[in-house]
């Protein structure tokens, strides 16, 4: 997220308020009442602390790097603790997130986050998290209160701007005398909704695909989203199928329950279920599930139409104005959890390795989510432990948090261990609609759209009032944008009639039981329990790999995952017709699981999940293409031809930085004739073994190749919102043409020749060349990856204000790092740009089931959100070398690291 909190003021006003910062600041720094001010704020970790509503002593452990280990005796003072620690050490990033979700930034900064403010509101995030409450468990709201006491309670003893946090002095200058309010079980719950929306799939497809439309014809925009490669690429789950008993995982496919329908259709029909509706629809169709041949089944709607569904040639145009401005909607939300700005950066890797292939005996689970690099980073490591674990008291957990949400993500308790990757099902849908006055058209009949008013609270300025409309598909998110009539006019026109505006379908809107499922893991003893947890995971849809003291692996996909009465969800769909709503949602039983499966490893990295032949549902068709994926299995494979494998293994896994596509376009590049500095830096590549390490000079030019290359052969073609991005469906859609040479996308449409694929790859090389030798010098030998590949650490609020000495503050780095975009060190760049980090593994968890205190993390920054402080970033070079600490389990072992002990009383 970028916002300027600045920008609302007049130019003069501008300038003269920043130099006034400076001098503030600096007379802050260099003054021991600067000090003061940076210092007051860090938390107390020795002695004793009085915390209201506690009913007993808890003991707080912290090793040198800040990671707390928490003993109690009760859930409900567990839980006040982590709330009282979690506030001591990243407040006001809680407090900033909250306001995110619930749409508020601008009381804090004023106009400048006027546009994420609007999105947020017209979605209703808050509004939502209110919904949930009241359907959580009884034991979950308990939690959830016990945790707003203890945040509540360290606010009550941390009164004033400075007592908080270092931020809180710097926002005086945009929201002069803001004071935070009381914590409440809604700003956690809240939470969730950033962590859905940055995890919500194929939303950028479906919108880029429509704006690619806008240029080219329909099978040249497909051939920008091709199909996964099954053949070369293993999907997660290789076995099974659905039958009526559910999700069957025996090694031949059984045969599915029978679509049912009147109309006919002939060739390839996919669908779900039986659909019922008006009218036929007579010819090929797409939707959901598959049933192959020439037979009957029903396209339900209203009218007659040949073609695929939704997406006939007439569609390929879909309203791009409207289009347009619901994708420039969506990139001024925060990405806090995690994807770049170019949206190719969500991802994570995760795989687990049965005892039979390990040295102890026992699995090992290894965990890397890909977010953005935030500071402080998204994740905060924590260890909640019953001191006498029971019933009444069933923690034993230790892991990765949320800071503002209480319990453990991702890690392990004293049975079980479990990691995350995104299954990114396709569970958003985009309707064009058609208004009148304040009213829809649905199926020839005009329906009131229901309508609310929003009042924004602007610092500095007089509230704003955003009228948010919803259709029966969902919140209008292209209202959120301004001019909105003047883009019109251009929009393309579907069954003879024009959209007016884009709805947003997503199964986040409605109220769910997600925080039930975070309870639940953490306390989960064995594979049916965990499988019972996440039944409850309902968004965002996570892959969820498992692994057990007792030996046990296995895999289960959650999450409401919509099934679609006609569609495939890969293009906007027109929301009058009634021909697209959604059915229903897929059983949990009836979505794929492994358990102990005969290879005895497992590996998920956003890779498909199973191949449709198996699988009667549409869980989606925009994957990651598998380089992530193959590569960790190739890597696993290879390693266990000469044995058994050891923690060492996974870590060595996680930080490789093959590049899997330049085995296909090296020696593409090499067959080229070039000539003169060109040649001289393509001999980089002769030889290479395609590992991108930060001191890695063919790296750095392959990079700096492709990188020219997708900007010269691709933005000519497409509109600037669909530029490439540069990840693996990119390295996808160029291997393909690689292999055809006078494919029309080689030709550069601004010149009055025809280019081939030969011209571009030595336009591209001499452009690296030149960009290179100006960035790094002339001599090629001296390149350096990591040169041009680094990351800087930004503060989610500060770090992008546009004053140096608020950024130096705030900032830390630059670092050099290796990896890059879809290798499985996944450090993500956007072509458009440069080459700096835009997203990357926010953590690295390997975990041993045969002892969990062999178990090792790493966090991307550190413990504190406080700057300056010891813990603010000290795990930040460990992260960028590779390196990882101990994960401790043991309470003698934690006692063992304790650098400091906090003694929390009633």
């Known amino acids: 997220m970028r916002f300027r909190p600045y920008a609302w003021m007049p130019r003069p006003l501008k300038w003269l308020s920043r130099m006034v910062t400076v001098l503030v600041v600096f007379g802050l720094i260099l003054a021991g009442a600067g000090i003061w001010t940076v210092r007051a704020s860090f938390p107390q970790l020795e002695g004793e602390l009085k915390v209201a509503g506690l009913t007993g002593k808890v003991t707080v452990y912290r090793d040198k790097t800040g990671i707390p280990h928490i003993y109690a005796d009760s859930p409900n003072d567990l839980f006040i603790a ?47 998290a209110e919904e949930e409450l009241p359907l959580l468990s009884e034991q979950t709201r308990l939690y959830l209160d016990a945790y707003a006491k203890g945040v509540n309670a360290w606010m009550g003893q941390n009164k004033g701007f400075a007592g908080k946090s270092l931020e809180y002095a710097i926002l005086q200058f945009t929201a002069a005398g803001y004071e935070p309010e009381p914590w409440t079980p809604v700003d956690s719950i809240a939470w969730l909704k950033a962590m859905a929306w940055d995890l919500r799939s194929n939303m950028e497809d479906e919108i880029g695909r429509a704006l690619a439309a806008s240029k080219l014809p329909r099978g040249r925009v497909e051939q920008l989203w091709p199909g996964y490669p099954f053949d070369t690429r293993q999907p997660i789950v290789t076995r099974g199928s659905v039958t009526e008993r559910g999700f069957d995982q025996s090694e031949e496919p059984v045969k599915t329950v029978a679509n049912t329908g009147t109309g006919t259709g002939t060739g390839t029909r996919l669908g779900t279920g039986t659909n019922t509706g008006t009218g036929t ?6 939707g959901t599930g598959r049933d192959t041949g020439t037979g009957t089944g029903t396209d339900t709607g209203t009218g007659t139409g040949t073609g695929t569904n ?10 791009v104005g409207a289009l347009t401005r619901a994708a420039e909607a969506m990139r001024v939300v925060p990405s806090l959890m995690g994807d770049s700005e170019d949206g190719s950066g969500i991802g994570s890797n995760s795989w687990v390795v049965s005892g039979k292939h390990t040295t102890s005996g026992k699995p090992l689970l290894a965990n890397d989510p890909h977010l953005s690099g935030g500071m402080p980073s998204v994740w905060y490591q924590t260890g909640l432990h019953c001191r006498t674990k029971s019933a009444k008291c069933p923690f034993d957990v230790t892991g990765f948090t949320f800071s503002g949400v209480p319990g ?23 309707y064009l609609e058609r208004l009148r006055d304040d009213s829809f058209l649905f199926m020839g009949n005009w329906k009131p759209l229901v309508t609310r008013i929003e009042t924004i609270k602007v610092a500095g300025h007089e509230p ?16 959120v944008m301004s001019d909105v009539k003047d883009t019109l006019p251009g929009t393309a026109k579907i069954f003879n009639a024009e959209a007016d505006a884009v709805a947003l379908k997503w199964t986040a809107l409605d109220p769910g039981s997600t925080v039930d499922a975070i309870f639940a893991l953490d306390t989960a003893q064995d594979w049916q329990q965990f499988r019972a947890a996440a039944s409850k995971f309902d968004v965002p849809a996570q892959n969820l790999i498992y692994a057990d003291t007792e030996g046990n692996i296995g895999y289960q996909a959650p999450g409401k995952i919509p099934v679609r009465t006609r569609g495939d969800g890969t293009w906007p769909v027109p929301g009058w017709t009634g021909e697209y709503s959604w059915q229903s949602t897929i059983p949990f039983d009836e979505l794929p699981s492994v358990y102990n499966p005969p290879e005895g490893y497992i590996v998920t990295a956003n890779n498909a999940v199973i191949d449709p032949e198996r699988y009667p549902h549409m869980l989606t068709k925009d994957w990651s293409y598998g380089y992530r994926s193959q590569r960790i299995l190739d890597r696993l494979q290879e390693a266990l031809k000469k044995g058994k494998v050891d923690a060492t293994t996974m870590s060595d896994v996680q930080q490789d930085t093959r590049n899997d596509f330049a085995p296909f376009l090296v020696p593409k590049l090499m067959d080229v004739k070039v000539a003169g500095p060109s040649e001289d830096a393509r001999r ?16 750095a030019y392959f990079n700096a190749v492709w990188r020219h290359l997708l900007i010269e052969t691709f933005n000519d073609d497409l509109p600037e919102n669909a530029w490439p991005g540069g990840g693996g469906r990119w390295f996808e859609v160029v291997r393909v043409m690689l292999d055809r040479s006078d494919d029309a996308f080689w030709d550069d449409t601004r010149t009055s020749i025809k280019e081939t694929r030969d011209d571009m790859l030595r336009r591209a090389m001499a452009a690296a060349y030149d960009e290179l030798s100006a960035r790094l010098g002339p001599d090629v030998k001296a390149w350096r990856w990591g040169d041009l590949h680094s990351l800087k650490l930004v503060n989610q609020s500060f770090g992008t204000s546009g004053i140096a000495p608020v950024e130096w503050l705030f900032n830390r780095g630059p670092f050099p790092v290796g990896g890059g975009k879809d290798a499985v ?12 980090v835009t997203s990357l593994p926010s953590m690295r968890m390997i975990v041993d089931l045969a002892d969990l205190d062999k178990s090792q993390w790493i966090n991307l920054t550190g413990a504190s959100g406080h700057a ?23 309470e003698e072992s934690i006692k063992k690291a304790a650098a400091h002990t906090l003694t929390l009383t009633p």
């Open 82 to 128: 982590q709330g009282y620690v979690h506030a001591q050490d990243r407040f006001f990033e809680m407090d900033f997130r909250r306001h995110v979700t619930a749409g508020r930034l601008s009381e804090m900064f004023g106009s400048a986050t006027l546009p994420e403010d609007k999105v947020i509101r017209t979605m209703g995030w808050r509004k939502v």
């Open 464 to 479: 704003v009032e955003l009228k948010v409309r919803e259709t029966m598909h969902g919140p209008i998110i292209s209202d």
């Open 868 to 890: 300056f402080h010891d813990n603010y970033w000290d795990q930040a070079p460990l992260w960028a070398s590779g390196k990882t600490t101990p994960m401790l389990a043991r």
């Open 684 to 699: 980089l590549l002769d030889g290479w073994d395609y590992s991108q390490d930060a001191d890695s000079g063919p790296a």
């Open 310 to 319: 939704a997406s006939t040639e007439t569609n390929t145009g879909v309203t």
């Open 408 to 430: 453990v993500i991702i890690g392990h308790n004293d049975k079980i261990s479990w990691g995350f990757t995104n299954l990114a099902p396709d569970v958003t849908d985009l």
């Open 281 to 286: 629809g007579t010819g090929t169709g797409t």
């Open 825 to 836: 060190n996944a450090t993500s760049w956007d072509p458009q740009q440069d080459y700096t």
